[in-house]
Nanobody
Framework: VQLVESGGDLVQPGGSLTLSCAASGFPFSRYRMSWYRQAPGNERELVANISPLGGTTNYADSVKGRFTISRDNLKNTVYLQMNSLKPEDKDVYYC?????????WGRGTQVTVSS
């Protein structure tokens, strides 16, 4: 299993970013995918997840209405569209899948929100 995140950047408050996670090594379209984030010294927290066919999504209260998770099962890619970014959204964002009861993570992509 390999998960490769991309798209992190420095953005001003109120700005937008789209993160991508390219997945391989497992039947992508059969598994729920998740985005987590983690700040130094903090626990990793769930941001959003999406069901295998994309019909069901869940979001942390802190990002509801601002972030949108989506997936393209033909491209084996999951996305996180982030709008109205706030300084507190500054974190390393990780892609996650649980495959055969094992948590797999990418290496993360850094999002910095600052003026």
């Amino acid at each position: 299993v390999q998960l490769v995140e991309s798209g992190g950047d420095l953005v001003q408050p109120g700005g937008s970013l789209t993160l991508s996670c390219a997945a391989s090594g497992f039947p992508f379209s059969r598994y729920r995918m998740s985005w987590y984030r983690q700040a130094p010294g903090n626990e990793r927290e769930l941001v959003a997840n999406i069901s295998p066919l994309g019909g069901t999504t869940n979001y942390a209260d802190s990002v509801k209405g601002r972030f949108t998770i989506s997936r393209d099962n033909l491209k084996n890619t999951v996305y996180l569209q982030m709008n109205s970014l706030k300084p507190e959204d500054k974190d390393v964002y990780y892609c996650n899948v649980i495959y055969y009861s094992v948590n797999y993570w990418g290496r993360g992509t850094q999002v910095t929100v600052s003026s």
